[in-house]
């Protein structure tokens, strides 16, 4: 197997998931840490050599770059047990996973990212003014896995999956965008029982 690199910024939850999934299933991958608060993903060195779009994660194989979290999730965990065999499984794995990126992410990641780094009194009057349309949405994200988690230990199937780890990322992280999980009772179970899973890492610790 080609040399792995992840070029990331720790404080990232989509690097976070990308060595969640190493983790799981024992792949090393080398570091590379960038400070995306310093501008350090819009280099002309980082902008030529490693992601022309100027955003981590990417996950270097070899001498090829892949961008995009879930792509890099999808790459590691091909063909492993964390992808289900069962094609409707398959496919719902990845509607969580879509699910994750379109309505999820960009509404509890971004508010995390605006009140615990950038700060709101930093924030332009654009942003403020999208903080209530991103708080609802998130918590219509978060309302919809918790209604879909009643009854359920892992969001498809009895085994956990890429859906799993995509998702507990930010969900895990939730609170510090100013989202309240004990209202979500279903969630707080389900991130319990990933957090114990095997070769589980905490976000602290990866």
Same mark, same amino acid.
Do not use: T
């Given at each position: 197997m080609s040399k792995m690199i992840l070029h990331e910024d720790p404080i990232s939850g989509n690097c976070y998931k990308i060595r969640l999934t190493a983790a799981h299933l024992g792949i090393p991958l080398e570091r590379r840490e960038y400070d995306i608060l310093a501008g350090e993903t819009r280099t002309t060195e980082f902008l030529s050599n490693v992601n022309p779009n100027g955003r981590i994660p990417v996950l270097q194989i070899g001498d090829r770059f892949?961008?995009?979290?879930?792509? !890099?999730?999808? *790459?590691?965990?091909?063909?492993?047990?964390?992808?289900? @065999?069962?094609?409707?499984?398959? !496919?719902?794995m990845l509607r969580w996973m879509f699910f994750e990126q379109y309505s999820h992410e960009p509404n509890i990641a971004t508010l995390r990212f605006w009140r615990a $780094?950038?700060?709101?009194?930093?924030?332009?009057?654009?942003?403020? !003014?999208?903080?209530?349309?991103?708080?609802?949405?998130?918590?219509?994200a978060l309302r919809l896995m918790n209604d879909h988690l009643e009854g359920r230990q892992f969001l498809v199937g009895s085994t956990i999956t890429l859906a799993d780890i995509c998702l507990y990322a930010y969900t895990h992280?939730?609170?510090?965008?100013? $989202?309240?999980?004990?209202? *979500?009772?279903?969630?707080?179970?389900?991130?319990?029982?990933?957090?114990? @899973?095997?070769?589980?890492?905490a976000f602290e610790d990866a």
């Open positions: 892949l961008p995009e979290s879930n792509a !890099a999730c999808w *790459y590691l965990a091909s063909g492993s047990h964390l992808v289900p @065999q069962d094609r409707f499984d398959q !496919a719902d $780094f950038v700060g709101e009194e930093r924030l332009s009057s654009v942003q403020r !003014a999208m903080v209530p349309a991103k708080e609802a949405a998130g918590d219509d992280l939730a609170e510090a965008g100013g $989202f309240d999980l004990k209202a *979500y009772a279903n969630i707080l179970a389900w991130l319990e029982v990933v957090r114990l @899973q095997p070769r589980h890492i």
